[in-house]
């Protein structure tokens, strides 16, 4: 089991978007893949299910400790499982504040007895509040989505520090394995100005996902653009950024 956090406190530099292709485009590949939803918009989750009740959602797993394995709904995708979100899961926050475990209930609840999945992907809430941390202490793998845009860069650093104090603190596993370029235009002095300064603080994957309508669109039908656009140029952007995943995590 491989666990990938998709974070960044910044709105809107699309985690959602990665998180969503990399469960969905693992699970075409044949493995197992759940997707835990983390961010009360619940994007994630309305592309592959009806919102659910509170009682079903990922708010049940850090309220009452409740285990992914009972919580976990099928996709149409046969390998894909999704661990839903719902809006309340915004006064989570709170609740954990108050508890000693409140930073390690999804690393407990991602704990599984049998068929436990291949990959876990975690889409993160924009800030770097307890969900994300709960994110960082139960993952493996962080992948920082970086939006090509002039303000993209602030908070890099925060987030660079915050990784690495979880790293030492709690979990040594803990491992960045790239910044992935979103929204990218070959085309525009700005991409390169914002590459060059995040390839200098930390590795970038050679995958850019340019930028394209196709996402908006594949996102109002509720699908991912492997249903989409099966053959689309944004499409096979994924593919490579999923081999290079597989690639970065196979070397460790
Ligand atoms: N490659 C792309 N080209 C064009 N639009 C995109 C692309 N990737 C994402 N978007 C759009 O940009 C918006 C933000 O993307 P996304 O929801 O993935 O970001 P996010 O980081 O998860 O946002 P939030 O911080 O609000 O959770 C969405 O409307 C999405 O459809
Ligand atoms: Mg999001």
């Given at each position: 089991m491989v666990t990938i956090a998709i974070a960044n406190q910044k709105g809107g530099v699309g985690k959602t978007t990665?998180?969503?292709?990399?469960?969905?485009g693992l699970a075409r590949k044949g493995h197992r893949t759940l997707?835990?939803?983390?961010?009360?918009?619940?994007n994630a989750t309305s592309i592959f299910s009806d919102p659910p009740s509170r009682e079903e959602s990922v708010?049940?797993?850090?309220?009452?400790?409740?285990?992914?394995?009972?919580?976990?709904?099928s996709t149409r995708?046969?390998?894909?499982?999704?661990?839903?979100?719902?809006?309340?899961?915004?006064?989570?926050?709170?609740?954990l504040a108050g508890n000693?475990?409140?930073?390690?209930?999804l690393r407990e609840g991602l704990k599984y007895a049998n068929n436990a999945p291949g990959y876990i992907v975690m889409d993160c809430p924009p800030?770097?509040?307890?969900?994300?941390?709960?994110?960082?202490?139960?993952?493996d793998y962080c992948i920082l989505p970086i939006m090509a845009s002039r303000f993209s860069l602030d908070g890099i650093r925060t987030m660079l520090d915050t990784l690495e104090t979880v790293h030492?603190?709690?979990?040594?596993?803990?491992?960045?394995l790239g910044a992935l370029m979103?929204?990218?235009?070959?085309?525009?002095?700005?991409s390169g100005a914002v590459l060059e300064p995040v390839e200098e603080m930390i590795s970038v994957f050679k995958t850019r996902i340019s930028r394209s309508v196709q996402v908006e669109e594949a996102h109002l039908m509720r699908q991912t653009l492997f249903e989409y656009q099966p053959k689309g140029k944004i499409t096979k952007e994924y593919e490579a950024l999923i081999q290079e995943v597989l690639d970065g995590i196979e070397k460790g």
């Open positions: 990665t998180a969503v292709h990399l469960a969905d997707l835990v939803d983390l961010d009360a918009q619940g708010h049940e797993l850090f309220r009452s400790r409740t285990a992914a394995s009972e919580l976990q709904r995708n046969e390998n894909l499982f999704l661990l839903p979100s719902v809006l309340e899961l915004a006064e989570i926050e709170t609740l000693v475990d409140g930073f390690f209930r800030n770097l509040g307890l969900l994300t941390l709960n994110a960082f202490i139960a993952a030492h603190r709690f979990s040594q596993e803990l491992k960045i979103t929204m990218y235009n070959d085309r525009t002095a700005i």
